[in-house]
């Protein structure tokens, strides 16, 4: 069973400019939540997808936004970038999000904001 | 809020001696809690996970987790390390809303784990 895939895996953009990430989650899976890495803040959540609805959401800007497509694949954007936004974006998928299951993270997408 | 700790940023191990990497967590209930492993490069990936019953949990690779529920703390132990086990080590706690779901796991900041030849 293919892993969890997130494209591109590097991206450099400049400040102001806007980004799309996507993530395709493991076949059969309905959840997928998008994390951000940074060396200070660590890894925090961003939001969680199920079924086409946001269901949770961390604390973030709105500048940060994100969609889950009827094959469950999803999309997250980031417009406005700035400096701080350059980080490691990870994307987890899990069957139905709940937290006994377990989450499968994909490689992530490096973004340097310039 | 719940929050995690891991209080060792870095530790150094020989290969083949032991390891115990720490973590405690700050929640009002008994959390789901998980331990990750992150290699240059890769994303996570999960090593074991607590959710209730036993409370030595055994996970993949050989590394095994104990929780103490009156320490609130979940270290990470593995009796002899290998070269490849360096890497970065992360714990995480998560909850379930009621009506299903879950707000996304809180993680600690990284413990980074040398091995010396």
């Known amino acids: 069973k293919a892993g969890v895939t997130q494209t591109p895996r590097y991206l450099i953009k400049t400040r102001g400019q806007q980004v799309t990430l996507s993530c395709s989650p493991i076949s059969g899976h309905r959840s997928v939540s998008w994390y951000q890495q940074t060396p200070g803040q660590g890894l925090q959540f961003l939001f969680e997808y199920f079924s086409e609805t946001q269901r949770n959401k961390g604390n973030f800007p709105g500048r940060f936004s994100g969609r889950q497509f009827s094959n469950s694949r999803s999309e997250m954007n980031v417009s406005t970038l700035e400096l701080g936004d350059s980080a490691l974006y990870l994307c987890?998928?899990?069957?139905?999000?709940?937290?006994?299951?377990?989450?499968?993270f994909g490689p992530g997408t490096r973004l340097t904001v310039l | 809020a719940q929050s995690v700790t891991q209080p060792d940023i870095h530790i150094t191990v020989s290969e083949g001696a032991s390891l115990e990497l720490r973590c405690n967590y700050s929640?009002?209930?008994?959390?789901?809690l998980f331990w990750y492993v992150q290699s240059p490069g890769q994303g996570l990936q999960l090593l074991l996970k607590y959710f209730s019953g036993d409370t030595l949990v055994q996970g993949i690779k050989g590394f095994e987790a104990e929780f103490k529920r009156s320490q609130s703390s979940f270290n990470l132990r593995k009796p002899s390390v290998h070269w490849s086990d360096a890497a970065e080590y992360f714990c995480a706690v998560g909850f379930a809303y009621s009506g299903g779901g879950a707000d996304g796991l809180t993680f600690g900041k990284g413990t980074h784990l040398i091995i010396q030849p």
């Open positions: 929640y009002g209930a008994t959390p789901y």
């Open positions: 987890a998928s899990s069957l139905d999000g709940n937290s006994y299951n377990e989450q499968f």
